[in-house]
């Protein structure tokens, strides 16, 4: 009689370390996001009434869908090591939500309502375009290298996900360098730690202690959170959601490729989790995040959802299906109860944010070590795109908080003082799809496929001259100048290609022996 799969359980062991990790991951996101909005002074009654209920209730059946498919999985293939996708909001678009679109739109209408409706709507066609990329997804995976899928991971986790955590970090060392080798010490070491308690539960516990006992922390915004405790739950946002549309036009230009840069993230993180033997049906599971993100909107949320970066970490971690589960249903109880405020008044964000740093190390382990060797140098290119859009985003942000711009301070006058702001720029637009085509191109010719590396500097070139890449938008010729350079690329690599041809063919049969 053949044996009953028993699959991965529920709950184990290792679920208690991937669920403080992952709640603690995305509760700090959504806690960034509605934090921005508060800064810009946005009623309390839409943020936590509408926004947080909606955005929460997005994310919770999004983690518990991938948590359950994890264990169809496990029990599919009798496995009991599959680890669930991790889920949640889309890092990039706090800042445009709250300081591109809802801002703008209270500034022209002094309207709240009408700026969230705006915000709403924009979500609707980031949705539009991620289901349609869910679609396109499995031909990327088929004619982009895996390297340049993991490369171009591996520089998101470097700058959106670990610069900024490190930087919290060496500002208060006392409390972020110790919670940071606690969960170095518990996920990378493994060492066993004071009554097996998680790694990540102990870093935030130390943390907040030596928060409080030092004063870092204040009484006063603990109080505040408690006198504005309110019980919030969803409702349907449509006839908001429609009402935007008529605002909705000067952001649809930037909507498009930030939906692109969504699906392409969820992408490299189906592909992430592959690697490390957790294969995944890339439509389906790209289907989740855009069909939320519409469901959200739909709801009063203005954030697109997508599958998180961080598999591998959380697999080594022993997590498999309960930590998905567990942080979807906390997060909808934390959001419907009011606690969000509560939490935030409580625990420091500098003991939270190791966790962040961890993934990020985990990420980028992941992207060399089951690279080819020779294929390293094209992975260090595609980084570049990314540190460009990070120092072009600080820079602006500094410019911002002193009041200025740099068209107002001058192009001619930042790059006498070394700031190649224009080059970078450019760089670093689109910086996902510029790093995923670079690094195809540098390892067709580290292969010596000269003719491979054209056909991909020509694609590269027509992504460009529309906008899709190197450009602030979509249009006619907006990225020109990048379009002409990758031409010039693919004339020099078909050079290259019937220059001595022979040689070519020799050494690659050679290295085949």
Do not use: C
Not at 130 to 148: E, W
Not at 188 to 193: C, G
């Amino acid at each position: 009689m053949e044996e009953k799969s028993k699959g991965t359980p529920w709950l184990v062991k290792g679920d208690a370390n991937g669920f403080f990790g992952l709640f603690s991951n995305v509760l700090t996101n959504l806690l960034a996001a509605i934090g921005l909005l508060a800064a810009i002074n946005m009623p309390s009654s839409i943020i936590y009434g509408k926004i947080v209920p909606a955005a929460a209730l997005s994310i919770g059946i999004g983690s518990i869908i991938f948590g359950v498919q994890a264990r169809r999985k496990s029990l599919k293939e009798n496995r009991s090591d599959v680890t669930a996708l991790p889920y949640g909001l889309s890092v990039p678009h706090y800042f445009i939500v709250a300081f591109g679109i809802i801002l703008p739109v209270h500034a022209q209408t002094g309207d709240w309502v009408l700026a969230w409706s705006t915000a709403l709507a924009w979500n609707v066609v980031q949705g539009i375009v991620m289901t349609i990329g869910a679609f396109v997804g499995p031909y990327i995976q088929k004619y982009i290298p895996r390297s340049a899928l993991l490369g171009s991971l591996a520089g998101i986790a470097l700058t959106y996900i670990a610069m900024n955590p490190m930087g919290e970090v060496y500002s208060t060392p006392y409390i972020g360098l110790l919670t940071l080798v606690i969960v170095l010490a518990g996920w990378i070491a493994h060492k066993r730690l004071p009554g097996n308690i998680p790694a990540g539960l102990l870093a935030i516990v130390i943390g907040m202690i030596l928060a409080w006992v030092t004063g870092y922390m204040d009484i006063a915004t603990v109080q505040e959170a408690v006198n504005g405790f309110s019980l919030s739950t969803p409702s349907f946002a449509l006839n908001h959601l429609m009402d935007g549309f008529a605002y909705l036009s000067p952001f649809l230009a930037a909507a498009i490729p930030l939906a692109i840069y969504d699906f392409l993230e969820s992408l490299d993180n189906v592909e992430s989790a592959t690697a490390d033997g957790d294969e995944y049906p890339t439509t389906l599971s790209l289907l989740v995040p855009a069909l939320l993100t519409l469901f959200g909107a739909m709801l009063g949320s203005p954030y697109p959802t997508i599958i998180y970066i961080g598999h591998p970490g959380w697999k080594a971690t022993g997590a498999r299906v309960g930590y998905s589960i567990l942080t979807g249903i906390s997060i909808i109880v934390v959001a419907f109860i009011g606690l969000l405020p509560l939490m935030l008044s409580i625990i420091p964000l500098v003991a939270l944010l190791p966790i962040l740093i961890y993934i990020a190390m985990s990420i980028g382990t992941q992207a060399f070590k089951t690279a080819d060797p020779k294929h390293i140098p094209a992975m260090i290119l595609g980084l570049m795109p990314f540190i460009a859009s990070f120092v072009i985003l600080q820079v602006n942000n500094a410019l911002t908080a002193a009041g200025t711009s740099a068209a107002e301070v001058g192009y001619d006058v930042l790059l006498n003082n070394g700031v190649k702001y224009e080059g970078w720029s450019v760089l670093g637009s689109a910086d996902i799809l510029v790093s995923m085509m670079l690094i195809s191109i540098v390892i067709f010719l580290i292969e010596k496929r000269y003719d491979k590396a054209a056909i991909y500097s020509l694609v590269t070139a027509v992504l460009s001259f529309f906008g899709f890449i190197h450009a602030g938008q979509i249009g006619f010729g907006t990225g020109m100048s990048a379009a002409i350079g990758y031409l010039s690329m693919a004339a020099g690599l078909l050079f290259f290609h019937f220059y001595r041809h022979s040689d070519d063919e020799e050494e690659n049969a050679k290295s085949l022996k």
